[in-house]
């Protein structure tokens, strides 16, 4: 199954001039590992302080619109989609980051604290999140889509049921309540339900009769 997320493709030829080993004190290389884990990909809130609250919303949104959840569970997956796609889609920026960085520092003490050797680092420990959030991307989306299909299942048996009950008592001129045998659904979602598999049986016997 194609991951619905792009992949980040990072640019190998940026022009990173190797200009040091690394930190050359216990105290740069603490530095170095403090600005490395300032990614909040691990983070309980899924947006940063320097994060756009509305383009997080605005990206939910679109989560949302597209799987329609109809019950918590669904929607607690549809929540997980959305925070990990917007975690996963930062990582370009935060590379990017990573890479301006050690190529311009501010002071000579910048390019001690934090340098190419260090930046490398910290992109293979981006990677690994990547990784992870991937994973968990593609396990969200995989029990999501499982959810959902088993729903739909269940509804169109409930509503084929539902449809031949109702027309069952049309048939004897006896009122029916939907709700006396457990149905959620209305009349009319049922009676449309009804015509839809009507249609959908006469257009596959005008097929099978031409072929």
Known sequence: MTNPIPTPIPNP????????TGPRT???KQRSSQNALTHG????SPVLATEDPAAYQRHSRQFFDE?????P???????????????INRIPALEAALLDRAANPPTDQARIDFDIVDAHRALA??????????????KAVDKLREIQAERRHDEERDLK???ALLELHKHKGIPYDLTQDGFVFSKDQV???SQRLMRLNERTARDALAG
Do not use: C, M, V
């Open 125 to 138: 420990t981006l990677g690994l999140h990547y990784q992870r959030l991937s994973r968990q991307f593609q």
């Open 161 to 163: 049921r539902a449809a």
């Open 67 to 71: 799987y329609q959840p109809a019950t």
């Open 191 to 193: 009676e449309a339900f």
């Open 73 to 87: 569970t669904e929607t607690q997956l549809t929540q997980e989609l959305a925070d990990t796609a917007w975690r």
């Open 13 to 20: 030829k940026s022009p990173i001039p190797n200009r040091s």
């Open 41 to 44: 990909l691990t983070s309980r």
């Open 26 to 28: 216990a105290a740069g």
